[in-house]
C-alpha cells in the first residue's frame, strides 16, 4: 500500500503564498504521476496541478503563472508553491499519486486533503 502525508495549508491573505508538499511512503516501485487536486464548497473537484516521471507538467488555466509544481523522485514527494492567491483559489487541496507497487501492478492513491483559505 502507499500512504500520502501532506502538510502545508492554512490561512493566508489575498496576494499571500503558500506551500504544500505531499510525502509518498510505502510499497513504491515507481511513480507514474504526483499532483494536486482542490475541491471548493459546493464544485467538483478539480485539477490544480500535475507532473509526470518525465516532468511533463500540466496546470488548470486558473493556476498557470501563479502556481509551480515540482517533485523531488528520490524523497517522493511532491511541492505546491502558491504565490499570489485569490479569495477563489480557497479550497481543500489533496494530493495524487499514481505509482507502480511492483513491475506490473499500478494504483491511484489519494491524501487526506489540506484546507488552503484565502481571506482578508
Known amino acids: 500500500q502507499v500512504q500520502l502525508a501532506e502538510s502545508g495549508g492554512g490561512l493566508v491573505q489575498p496576494g499571500g503564498s503558500l506551500s504544500l508538499s505531499c510525502v509518498a511512503s510505502?510499497?513504491?516501485?515507481?511513480?507514474?504521476?504526483m499532483g494536486w487536486y482542490r475541491q471548493a464548497p459546493g464544485k467538483q473537484r478539480e485539477l490544480v496541478a500535475t507532473?509526470?516521471?518525465?516532468?511533463?507538467?500540466n496546470y488548470a488555466d486558473s493556476v498557470k503563472g501563479r502556481f509551480t509544481i515540482s517533485r523531488d523522485n528520490a524523497a517522493n514527494t511532491v511541492y505546491l508553491q502558491m504565490n499570489s492567491l485569490k479569495p477563489e483559489d480557497t479550497a481543500v487541496y489533496s494530493c495524487?499519486?499514481?505509482?507502480?507497487?511492483?513491475?506490473?501492478?499500478?494504483?491511484?492513491?489519494w491524501g487526506q486533503g489540506t484546507q488552503v483559505t484565502v481571506s482578508s
Open positions: 507532473i509526470n516521471s518525465g516532468n511533463s507538467i
Open positions: 510505502g510499497t513504491i516501485f515507481r511513480t507514474i504521476a
Open positions: 495524487n499519486v499514481r505509482a507502480y507497487q511492483d513491475y506490473t501492478n499500478w494504483g491511484e492513491y
